[in-house]
């Protein structure tokens, strides 16, 4: 196919078209050896053969308009963005007439392909401060742009619809050189409205002032702006050397720098962002704290304009660019110079930066204007790229890099004013010659620009991107590759279906054709699509030739349609993308094999129609951790789960949702969707759930080492809040308190209505017990006992603690360590053995406690053994005895035992005399007596024996003479 590309086809068809995807290529040129290996890693890119080029040629340029003529001074960056949603970027800037740029400003809007001037706003009340900055971006959720600027008298904020009408005038803020920025301060959807030390609402009330003054340099004004430095989620406001936190409550500020104007990146090894801040002349980092980090002094003289910050030699840390009176100076990221260049500045010196990867090597350019040069530096070296004639008196205005026309190449976009300085005033756009500057996005919308805090279409993200750590960014005023993988990037267009459209009854059919972009670049609005009867190749007849309505997005489709004439008969038919309808494109592509589809139709209305099938899904959203509410639209959450027309007839096939969009809480929402071929319909329905899943917060207002009295509660000193629910407080939940233990490893639970559930860290609570337990005997303090009674029971002794209550007592010497009253149980006696009962003695039993604190008591119980009681003493055989006279004795004896001593019997005494041979009455004691102390126990029975004779009785004379012996005992 014959590219068609205007006045660079010279040098493009030299370049290199790269497969996307794995499909067989030809064999590569020699000059195609780079594109190969883009190639094969799957790319949709487009290299240039040859080293990078800076030949800067002038695209269009705006020096005056036929509304209001002598208006076209401009010294205030210009903003690019789509203000008619027409698929291709604007410029909005403010422009004056003669050398007074204070007042007399207008707003104006050119179309940025061509530089056409779209509106101007002229009515007299609404005149803006020509050297001010602009902000734009969508503050009211309508899908469109609004423009806020500063009204000529420097006062308040003006702010204007996408298409230039007055939407409103904020009051209560002062500015000259500086200009609002936009940002959603809180995530709460709603966009705040920033301008110096003053915050508005997206309706221009005034939302809070902060307390260290309007900012900026001198009397020329603030540009303050807003990033989430700590990575809460809440964007803090920073204005010079001030940060305030989202809600105006200022967190602190630089001590050593006054007033001036600021960027934000990360220098050091923390995800915290760091603030550079321009005053007075010298440069500073502090850190998110306002810690100094580092301080030098700009060469050359002057207050220094707003920095710039980028990876300028790709060594993967940023560097940062200031310009000053007579040089522009790169400092490396721990504070020493890199290299300067000469300039020719305004006395002030305070011209703004911005930069951009033109050659997408890595290493970023700057691009920097004085008063009678624009100027493209090398990043690493500062050797000069580009070197254009300009002319400013110069204010805060900078050049920036953007693509204005959608053309997937960068763009300088360059504001200029000769009222003092010999030149050209208005706006001028330049590209590079040979289309070798890479593309980038298509937007710039605030002089404070950051590539994450601003999407593609103008609106503001609630909760952005840390810029300094998304990939291959750490920027501030400079603009990256556009949305595709590669900054060489270029798109791939495919057809993946045609088909017959029935728009109404009666109405001629259509043929659409789905177009799909399968690269990594938009291809621009206006790219041809051309339909055919019978194949174009072999003679086919050109039917018609329709456009892309807008860009088409990299892996966005869409469809084009041609109304034609009925046929009563079914014909192939052919659609090619990037065909003029004479075998002619204008995009350059990664594939040029790939653009045609062919289908057998027939293109006729009405005729044996089948209706459409409506199959739809369940779809579940995440409710926002910050609003407890989901944003739901049918293309972000489709329920559509493959609907279809059997007969592919009539097109297209519509799809309606109810609702279409909408903000809900947690719960179910039914969503409806009818599909229609236009003749007949079929309708499914589906469940939209939406579900808390952010677990509530817990706050501990109290220390996390707590020190209590004994028997204290612990302090209500734990809340507990959910977005959804609200307070939690009366559900929480407290774990391992023990208000009787020494220490407590405390947790606090909550849990939501969706069971979420928070746990909070450990708190450490000490409770304090000063008091000694009580112990207390059962019983008798001395106890005495019989000797040989029973054995010893300990009654035991009661243990108390004012903290813990009953505490268990240890016995010693008690018989019965386990305290079952039963000695030797189940358990040995650790302590010793008891009392013995068996003998005697004073034996002392001793009881002790102690509590959790290791405070103790003891008491001791004494325990007597006495032996009071008598042995017992029982003769063996009759008390009383007749025995003959020579006949003998046997004495049985007695026996005898004591309780305490046991058996006596070997203690037994006989006394008196007994003389078996001498008739007579004898008696004989038995004595025992026990071992008791201190004076023992005595014992005694007697017993009687009688001696008879065994004769008459004689004369006593004879019984004399008769008498042989005595009887002993």
Not at 204 to 218: F, N, P, R
Not at 323 to 330: H, P
Not at 331 to 355: F, H
Not at 835 to 857: F, I, L, R
């Amino acid at each position: 196919m014959i590219r068609v590309l205007s006045e660079r086809i010279g040098v493009v068809t030299t370049l290199a078209m790269i497969a996307c995807g794995s499909e067989t290529a030809p064999p590569p040129l020699p000059q195609e050896a780079g594109q190969q290996r883009a190639a094969l890693q799957e790319q949709c890119v487009l290299l240039p053969p040859t080293a990078p080029s800076f030949q800067a040629e002038l695209k269009w340029e705006w020096t005056g308009s036929t509304t209001q003529p002598d208006s076209r001074q401009v010294m205030a960056t210009p903003v690019v963005v789509d203000v008619n949603q027409d698929g291709t970027p604007d410029v909005v800037f403010s422009s004056f007439s003669g050398s007074n740029s204070q007042t007399n400003g207008l707003l104006r809007a050119l179309n940025g392909a061509t530089g056409a001037e779209l509106w101007t706003v002229t009515n007299p009340a609404y005149r803006v401060r020509g050297s001010a900055q602009i902000a734009a971006g969508d503050i009211d959720h309508d899908g469109k742009v609004e423009l806020c600027a500063v009204p000529e008298d420097g006062i308040g904020v003006l702010c204007f619809e996408h298409d230039g009408t007055f939407k409103f005038r904020t009051t209560g803020s002062t500015n000259s050189w500086g200009g609002p920025s936009l940002a959603d301060l809180d995530g709460d959807g709603n966009v705040e409205i920033l301008n110096g030390n003053h915050v508005f609402t997206s309706t221009g009330a005034l939302k809070w002032t902060g307390s260290d003054g309007t900012g900026g340099h001198s009397s020329f004004g603030p540009i303050s702006f807003a990033a989430d430095l700590d990575g809460d989620g809440l964007q803090e406001v920073i204005n010079g050397r001030s940060i305030y936190e989202h809600d105006g409550a200022l967190r602190c500020t630089h001590p050593d720098m006054g007033q001036g104007l600021a960027g934000v990146g990360n220098f050091d090894a923390d995800p915290a962002g760091e603030v550079v801040i321009v005053s007075g002349g010298i440069v500073a980092l502090m850190d998110s704290d306002c810690t100094p980090k580092w301080r030098v002094s700009l060469q050359g003289g002057g207050a220094g304009g707003a920095p710039t910050i980028a990876d300028f030699d790709h060594d993967g840390q940023p560097e940062i660019g200031v310009a000053g009176s007579a040089r522009y100076t790169v400092i490396e990221t721990d504070g020493t110079v890199k290299w300067t260049s000469p300039i020719q500045g305004s006395n002030l010196g305070a011209a703004s930066s911005s930069a951009f990867d033109f050659d997408g090597d890595g290493k970023t350019e700057i691009i920097a204007a004085d008063q009678t040069r624009l100027r493209i530096y090398d990043g690493q070296t500062g050797a000069v790229r580009v070197s254009l004639t300009h002319s400013s008196a110069i204010a805060f205005e900078n050049a920036i890099a953007v693509d204005v026309d959608g053309d997937n190449h960068a763009e300088l976009v360059v504001p200029s004013n000769n009222s003092t300085i010999s030149g050209v005033a208005g706006i001028r756009v330049y590209r590079e010659k040979t289309g070798a500057w890479v593309n980038t996005r298509r937007i710039w919308n605030q002089h404070a620009y950051s590539v994450t805090h601003v999407n593609s279409d103008g609106t503001l993200p609630a909760h952005p991107a840390t810029n300094w750590l998304s990939k291959g960014l750490n920027t501030f005023r400079a603009n990256t590759q556009g949305n595709g993988v590669n900054p060489f990037a270029v798109p791939d267009l495919t057809l993946t279906a045609l088909a017959l459209a029935c728009d109404l009854p009666g109405a001629p059919p259509r043929i659409v054709a789905t177009v799909l972009n399968q690269g990594d670049a938009s291809a621009p609005a206006g790219t041809p699509i051309s339909f055919y009867r019978g194949s174009p190749s072999t003679g086919g007849t050109l039917l018609g030739v329709a456009g892309l309505a807008s860009p088409l997005p990299a892996g966005a489709s869409v469809e084009v349609g041609l109304e034609t004439t009925a046929t009563s008969q079914t014909e192939p038919y052919f659609a090619r993308a990037d065909d003029n309808g004479s075998n002619e494109g204008v995009v350059t592509e990664c594939r040029e094999d790939n653009n045609s589809l062919s289908k057998d139709l027939r293109l006729r209305c009405g005729d044996d129609n089948l209706a459409p099938v409506a199959m739809c899904k369940d779809v579940t959203l995440k409710a926002d951790a910050r609003t407890c509410r989901a944003t739901y639209s049918a293309t972000s959450a489709p329920v559509d789960n493959g609907s279809y027309d059997p007969d592919d007839y009539p097109l297209p096939l519509t799809r309606n949702y109810s609702p279409s969009t909408g903000v809900f809480g947690p719960g179910s929402q039914t969503i409806t969707l009818t599909v229609s071929d236009g003749l007949s319909s079929a309708v499914c329905t589906a469940a939209l759930k939406v579900v808390d899943v952010t677990p509530p917060e817990l706050t501990l207002a109290g220390p996390s080492f707590l020190e209590l009295n004994c028997g204290d509660a612990l302090p209500q000193d734990v809340t507990a809040s959910d977005t959804c629910v609200g307070d939690l407080t009366a559900r929480l939940q407290v774990h391992g308190f023990h208000s009787m233990k020494p220490n407590s490893e405390v947790t606090y639970s909550v849990t939501d209505d969706a069971g979420n559930q928070a746990t909070s860290p450990v708190r450490i609570v000490k409770i304090n017990d000063e008091t000694l337990p009580s112990l207390t005997l059962r019983g008798e303090e001395v106890m005495a006992l019989e000797c040989g009674t029973s054995p010893y029971v300990d009654p035991g002794a009661v243990a108390t603690d004012d903290c813990e209550g009953p505490l268990p007592v240890i016995k010693f010497n008690s018989g019965d360590d386990d305290g079952d009253g039963i000695p030797g149980k189940d358990d040995p006696d650790d302590h010793g053995p008891g009392p013995n009962t068996s003998a005697e003695g004073t034996y002392a039993v001793k009881y002790q406690v102690s509590d959790s604190w290791w405070h103790s008591a003891e008491l001791t119980r004494t325990v007597v053994v006495k032996d009071t009681l008598p042995p017992t003493l029982t003769l063996n055989g009759p008390a009383e005895v007749t025995v003959t006279a020579g006949a003998g004795f046997s004495d049985p004896g007695a026996s005898s035992s004591d309780l305490c001593y046991g058996n006596l019997d070997q203690a037994v005494v006989r006394t008196g005399t007994l003389n078996t041979d001498v008739p007579g009455i004898y008696t004989l004691t038995y004595t025992v007596q026990d071992s008791a102390t201190p004076v023992p126990f005595t014992a005694q029975v007697t017993r009687k024996v009688t001696v008879v004779s065994a004769k008459k009785p004689v004369s006593t004379q004879a019984k004399t003479a008769r008498a042989g012996r005595t009887a002993q005992p």
